[in-house]
């Protein structure tokens, strides 16, 4: 199957600063990703569609401006949670249709971020 | 927007034994179903999926049945093994690459040896 990475895997920082999370299709391209976010013993909910070469689609709640997409090649997609706070800390996910129309969604490891 | 129901949210089975869980939807215009198996800490993994124009699938000890008109789908995991306990989520999506998928709320299932 298609291969997605993430990086960084796990990232503690302070309240108040920036993180960055990278997606990337290692062996195909993509031009739909989509970002998730897990809490413990939850669901995965779905933030925002992030589109190759436009704005992302963001889901009913999120802030677009605390949650950062960009979408700049067929290959990689980021996430900069912005002056992240204790309550953002979670398990995000990011996953990527393998192309051709297909319905699979091949999903990353995930980044494990905790804010202090 | 769709809406994804999943039962249980635990299920506890002895090994050998068979384990199901069930899901509904909402949207109609839904066509695409896969399940995910997701251990601690780790990413999701599809184990099978099945599209709204056929009525089961199997793959081993795992199958799926779609229910289109009751607007339903199950998976069920015969001869359970220590190894299948994890977490399974169902999911739904209008299908195609562009399309979010919506996500049940998972069931925990334990395979007691």
């Known amino acids: 199957g298609a291969v997605v990475s993430q990086h960084p895997s796990r990232v503690i920082c302070k309240s108040g600063t920036s993180v960055k999370i990278e997606c990337r299709s290692l062996?195909?391209?993509?031009?739909?990703m989509f970002w998730y976010r897990q809490f413990p013993k939850q669901s995965l909910m779905l933030m925002a569609t992030?589109?190759?070469?436009?704005?992302?689609?963001?889901e009913q709640g999120v802030e677009k401006d605390k949650f950062l997409i960009n979408h700049a090649s067929l290959t990689l997609s980021t996430l900069t949670v912005t002056s992240a706070h204790p309550e953002d800390s979670s398990f995000y996910i990011c996953?990527?249709?393998?192309?051709?129309?297909?319905?699979?969604?091949?999903f990353g490891p995930g980044t494990r971020l905790t804010v202090l | 927007g769709e809406n994804v129901e999943q039962h249980p949210s635990t299920l506890s089975v002895q090994e050998g034994d068979s384990a199901v869980i069930k899901c509904t939807y909402s949207?109609?215009?839904?066509?695409?179903f896969p399940w995910y198996k997701q251990e601690l800490g780790k990413r999701p993994q599809l184990i099978i999926d099945?599209?709204?124009?056929?009525g089961e699938k199997k793959d081993q000890r795992i199958a799926v049945t779609l229910n289109k008109t009751a607007k339903h789908f199950s998976l069920h995991i015969t001869e359970t093994q220590p190894e299948d306990s994890a977490v399974y989520f169902c999911?739904?999506?209008?299908?195609?690459?562009?399309?979010?998928?919506?996500f049940g709320k998972g069931t925990l299932l334990t395979v007691n040896p």
């Open positions: 996953s990527a249709p393998n192309g051709g129309g297909s319905d699979t969604q091949y």
């Open positions: 062996d195909f391209q993509a031009t739909t």
């Open positions: 992030s589109n190759e070469g436009s704005k992302a689609t963001y």
């Open positions: 949207d109609s215009a839904s066509n695409y």
């Open positions: 099945i599209r709204s124009n056929v």
């Open positions: 999911a739904a999506s209008k299908g195609g690459s562009n399309y979010k998928l919506t």
